[in-house]
Structure formats: C-alpha cells, structure tokens
C-alpha cells in the first residue's frame, strides 16, 4: 500500500513538472478550455432560466372555455362536468357572470369601465387546470381540441401559441449551444493536445530512459495524463469564476430585458452540481486531449 502511494505521489510530482516546464503552452490550453466553457457554459446558463419559464408558466397553465350567453345555469354546470370528463384535465373551475364582473371590478380598481351598462356584458366561463403530464405544447393542444367541440362553447382561450414558440424558442438555444460546444471542444482538444506533444518531445529523451530502466507505458503516460486534466480542471475553475463575475457584473444592467426574455422568474445561476459540472467538463476535455496527443506518440512503447 505504501508503495503504491509513492508511486502514485511521483506520478503527480511528475505530472505537475511537466506543467511548470512549458509555462506558455500550458496557459494557452487552460484560457482555451476556459473560453470554450464560458461560451458553452453562458448558452447553458440560459437554457436553464429559460426552462424555468416553461415550468412556471406549465404550473399556471389553464384553459378558459368562454360560455355563450343564454346558456341556463344548469346546462352550464353540466357543461362543465362534462369538462372533468375529458383527458388530461385535473380541476375544473365554473366562473358565473356575476363571478366575473366581481373579478374584473377587482382587478380593474372599482370598474368604472363597466358602470354606464346597463347590463353586465361578460361572459360565464369554466377555467381548467391540466394535470402535470399534459403541460406541453402536444399535451395543451389535445384538450383544446377536445373543449372545442362541447356544445355551448363560444371561445376558448389558452396559451398554446405562446408555450409552442417558446419551447420552439428554447430547443433552438440549445441546439445552439451543442453546435457551439462541439466546436468549442474540439477547438480546445486539439490545443491541449499539442500542448501534451510538445511536452512529450521535449521529454523524449527523459522517457526513453524511463523506458529503458523498464517503466512500463502506463507509468510513463500517466503523469501527461494528469498534466491535461489538471489543465482542465483549471480551465473549468476559470471559466466558472468568469461565468459567475460575467453573471453579477450583467445581471443589474440587464433586468429588464432578462425579464422580458425570461419572465416573471428571478434569473439563477449553476447550482453545486451545475459548478461541478462545468470544472468536470474541463478536466475531462484535459484528459481527452492528453489521451489523445499521446496515441501514436513515443511514450515509452
């Protein structure tokens, strides 16, 4: 065990050596990394505020079925039990006219609009709430299709269209930022990599000794391999700091577009596992590129 410790202790010593031997290329690859995780990580950041938009907008989601008028406060009642009936529904509300008029009197700060009538001109609804699995677009649309065909009807209100380009809105962001992270990455690996095959050339002659003393190849990768994931991880740390500085230095000046964007949500920023997920991503883009300068490279085999 102990041996095993001292062999592991080496490999990292050896690891971080070849880090402060090549100072330049080194930093090149964590500014890299960083840069691609800032950009990738903002689009990310985005995506994830936007998705709390639909989440709160799914919870408030309702359906108004407008009445005509005439319609007897029996048939209304049946209409709406009626309502219950149909899929994806999970409560449904009869709204009566004078219901309606005291809403709006409520709403509009006494009614004046309303007090030269001589009758009250609104109409008697039934406003229903979805269950949770049919707060979609795809969900939303068949029980709009299924109230819209129930006889004393007049109107339906609903936010479909909205929910459908939002979400079509949403899936285009994101789309975005994979397309973005793709190139970001594989811009990044390549830098990382060269980094990696520079430092192995410039040590060819330190691991073909190694080699000839009998390390074995893993031995001998090992240390390039911790080289680029300790860049990574830098390059994460980094770009997370300047995600989290871009974010409260933006927030204050961008307020009122953030909300007209996002909503009525508080914008929010990468939880703990959110955090480590962007340091992961960066040592894991270190590793691949170590790995990947080191095939075909004269590591000792």
Excluded: C
């Amino acid at each position: 065990m102990k041996r095993f410790g001292a062999i592991l202790l080496s490999l990292v010593r050896s690891g971080f050596r070849g880090l402060q031997s090549s100072p330049v290329t080194s930093a090149v690859a964590v500014l890299t990394i960083s840069v691609a995780l800032v950009l990738g990580g903002g689009f990310a950041l985005l995506v994830s505020n936007m998705g709390g938009v639909l989440e709160r907008f799914g919870e408030e989601l309702q359906v108004v079925a407008y009445l005509e008028d005439g319609l007897e406060p029996d048939e209304a009642r049946a209409l709406a039990d009626s309502v219950r009936t149909v899929e994806g529904v999970a409560a449904v509300a009869l709204v009566t006219k004078d219901e309606a008029l005291r809403r709006f009197r409520e709403t509009t700060g006494g009614g004046a609009l309303l007090e030269g009538l001589d009758q009250n001109p609104l109409p008697a609804s039934v406003e229903v709430r979805l269950i949770e699995a049919r707060r979609t677009p795809e969900g939303l649309a068949v029980v709009v299709s299924a109230l819209s065909g129930l006889p004393g009807v007049s109107e339906l209100a609903h936010g479909q269209e909205w929910v459908e380009g939002y979400a079509r809105f949403v899936a285009l962001v994101r789309t975005t930022a994979v397309g973005l992270g793709i190139v970001l990455g594989i811009a990044a690996l390549m830098i990382v990599a060269n980094t990696i095959r520079l430092a192995v050339y410039a040590r060819e002659d330190e691991i073909e000794i190694m080699a000839l003393v009998g390390a074995s190849r893993s031995f001998v990768r090992i240390p390039f391999l911790i080289e680029g994931t300790v860049q990574g991880a830098v390059g994460g740390g980094l770009a997370l700091l300047l995600l989290y500085t871009g974010y409260l230095l933006a927030l204050p000046q961008l307020e009122y577009g953030l909300e007209l964007v996002l909503g009525n949500v508080t914008p929010h920023f990468f939880g703990a596992s959110g955090a480590l997920t962007v340091v992961a991503a960066g040592s894991g883009l270190g590793l691949l590129g170590s790995a990947t300068a080191l095939v075909g490279a004269r590591s000792g085999s």
